[in-house]
T-cell receptor, first 113, second 113 residues
Framework: DGGITQSPKYLFRKEGQNVTLSCEQN?????MYWYRQDPGQGLRLIYY???????QKGDIAEGYSVSREKKESFPLTVTSAQKNPTAFYLC????????????FGQGTRLTVV | AQSVAQPEDQVNVAEGNPLTVKCTYS??????LFWYVQYPNRGLQFLLK??????LVKGSYGFEAEFNKSQTSFHLKKPSALVSDSALYFC???????????FGTGTRLLVSP
């Protein structure tokens, strides 16, 4: 059963802590993305990767870090430098062929307590 | 810079009536346009896309969208709305097929019985 899996579904973080959100896909996609969703703002791109061992900053990369050591995995770390981390985080993957749609995970809701 | 506008935060329609969710875009080059739907606390699901060819594209769940190059629009339509269509709808653009999607802020569709 192919798809993209995010874990955990809910995550609580204390101020000053780093947390890592998991994203795994078995769709054999080269490209993977992390988006942040806030009410009324749509989706904003944090980081993306088009190939293993390479990734680029998106529009709101400050306070976040990623790695792409395996094709299937693209974990996102929310660092203590991220001033307002409470949000819904969505991971996606796609082929790098132009015009193909992206597939999304079910999301992780991160709350700072 | 590319951008997507969804001018309506919310669209209300009665079940059985036709619905339209509006989207306009600004992009250099040939746009690749997408519609996604999101149910509460879930990831995004792909509905349809325009790459090239016929300006009217058909997608999942009876939805269709019309690409209008002169008006730079890609409105989502459905001839007869269902209560189960109630969700958050996102329009997105990928300039020249490059996979980094730019999303609109979303339109909440409410279909009343």
């Amino acid at each position: 059963d192919g798809g993209i899996t995010q874990s955990p579904k809910y995550l609580f973080r204390k101020e000053g802590q780093n947390v890592t959100l998991s994203c795994e896909q078995n769709l054999n996609h080269d490209a993977m993305y992390w988006y942040r969703q806030d009410p009324g703002q749509g989706l904003r791109l944090i980081y993306y990767s088009q190939i293993v061992n390479d990734f680029q900053k998106g529009d709101i990369a400050e306070g976040y870090s990623v790695s792409r050591e395996k094709k299937e995995s693209f974990p996102l770390t929310v660092t203590s430098a991220q001033k307002n981390p409470t949000a819904f985080y969505l991971c996606a993957s796609s082929s790098t062929v132009g015009g193909t749609e992206a597939f999304f995970g079910q999301g992780t809701r991160l709350t700072v307590v | 810079a590319q951008s997507v506008a969804q001018p309506e935060d919310q669209v209300n329609v009665a079940e059985g009536n036709p619905l339209t969710v509006k989207c306009t875009y600004s992009v250099s080059g040939n746009p690749y346009l997408f519609w996604y739907v999101q149910y509460p606390n879930r990831g995004l699901q792909f509905l349809l896309k325009y790459i090239t060819g016929d300006n009217l594209v058909k997608g999942s769940y009876g939805f269709e969208a019309e690409f209008n190059k002169s008006q730079t629009s890609f409105h989502l339509k459905k001839p007869s709305a269902l209560v189960s269509d109630s969700a958050l709808y996102f329009c997105a653009v990928s300039p020249n097929g490059f996979q980094k999607l730019v999303f609109g802020t979303g339109t909440r569709l409410l279909v009343s019985p």
